[in-house]
């Protein structure tokens, strides 16, 4: 990001093309970083098909597959709202906690 802003600097208005692309790829990065947290979360090894299924509700996906979503389908899910945010948090603790207790008792 720190790289984005020094190039933005470095070209000013310039460039115009290079100008428009640095500011575009500068705002895609900003929405990358607002959802870290949320691709943090999904990514956890403790997500089971239950959990899962759980996700797709809360996000109201249609995919069945959404463990395997890339970071472009990740960005176009309705996980932007503070709500869906509280909801997915919830879920991930929710299978963080069974996975342990599961180890536990295996």
Do not use: Y
């Amino acid at each position: 990001m720190r790289t984005m802003v020094k190039l933005q600097k470095q070209f000013g208005t310039s460039n115009s093309a290079a100008s428009t692309i640095l500011s575009l790829m500068s705002n895609e990065l900003k929405k990358i970083n607002e959802l870290k947290p949320i691709i943090d979360v999904m990514c956890s090894k403790s997500l089971k098909d239950r959990h899962w299924q759980q996700i797709k509700l809360i996000t109201g996906s249609s995919n069945d597959h959404l463990k395997d979503l890339t970071l472009r389908e990740v960005l176009m899910l309705s996980v932007h709202d503070e709500e869906n945010i509280k909801l997915l948090k919830e879920n991930i603790d929710k299978a963080k906690k069974q996975d342990r207790l599961e180890n536990i008792l295996a």
